[in-house]
């Protein structure tokens, strides 16, 4: 399988600051069809996780554009420009090029 | 507005079988990728395995031929059995819908917390 590293996995952040969470994956996620396959999810505690942004950098309906993703290939970097309040949860990175499509071990940012 | 709801025992006995039902409000089954993930508690997120429309799917190798996801497009359900669960089974089950192959769930359910224990 394929496995997704996450750092940190624990990000105390101030309020109005920026953050950035790690994803590597330990093969290429670019697919033969030239997509690369990484989505970002957030879990908020007791709900279930709400994807965030797919295709590396493609924010999904109703996300703020204060979220932002990158990277190619293995290294990939989820950003919130400002942090607020309700961003307090744990990220994922999970890729979907290779069979199973597996996920990081998390990020919990609090505040 | 698209809605998953898991349905089923929350408790197992070890060596049965779970069984789990995620019913599709809002929208066709028709078209879409559909799957389960669970979660055990505290950790992180596994995929058991997913299909497409009626068709054909995969499954999570690491679950060793005891999963098999099934659809009735006529109820707009579909359906998860695991067989010979032991306590590593425990976790919160979701089914969910992924728009487009390889990017994961836009849809999750609520989630639905099975304990396997006797």
């Known amino acids: 399988d394929v496995v997704m590293t996450q750092s940190p996995l624990s990000l105390p952040v101030t309020l109005g600051q920026p953050a950035s969470i790690s994803c590597r994956s330990s093969q290429s996620l670019l697919y033969s069809d030239g997509n690369t396959y990484l989505s970002w999810f957030h879990q908020r505690p007791g709900q279930s996780p709400r994807r965030l942004i797919y295709?590396?950098?493609k924010r999904d309906s109703g996300v703020p554009d204060r979220f932002s993703g990158s990277g190619s290939g293995t290294d990939f970097t989820l950003k919130i420009s400002r942090v607020e309040a309700e961003d307090v949860g744990v990220y994922y990175c999970?890729?979907?090029?290779?069979?199973?499509?597996?996920f990081g071990q998390g990020t919990k940012l609090e505040i | 507005q698209v809605q998953l709801q898991e349905s089923g025992p929350g408790l197992v006995k070890p060596s049965e079988t779970l069984s789990l039902t995620c019913t599709v409000s809002?929208?066709?089954?028709?078209?879409?990728?559909w799957s389960w993930i669970r979660q055990p508690p505290g950790e992180g997120l596994e995929w058991i395995g997913y299909?497409?429309?009626?068709?054909?799917?995969n499954y999570n190798p690491s679950l060793k031929s005891r999963a098999t996801i099934s659809v009735d497009m006529s109820k707009n359900q579909f359906s998860l059995t695991l067989t010979s669960v032991t306590a590593v089974d425990t976790a919160v089950y979701y089914c969910t819908r992924i728009p487009m192959a390889g990017t994961g769930p836009d849809y999750w359910g609520q989630g639905t917390l099975v304990t396997v224990s006797s």
């Open positions: 295709k590396v950098s």
């Open positions: 809002g929208g066709s089954i028709s078209g879409y990728f």
């Open positions: 299909f497409y429309d009626s068709g054909g799917g």
């Open positions: 999970m890729q979907g090029a290779h069979w199973p499509n597996t």
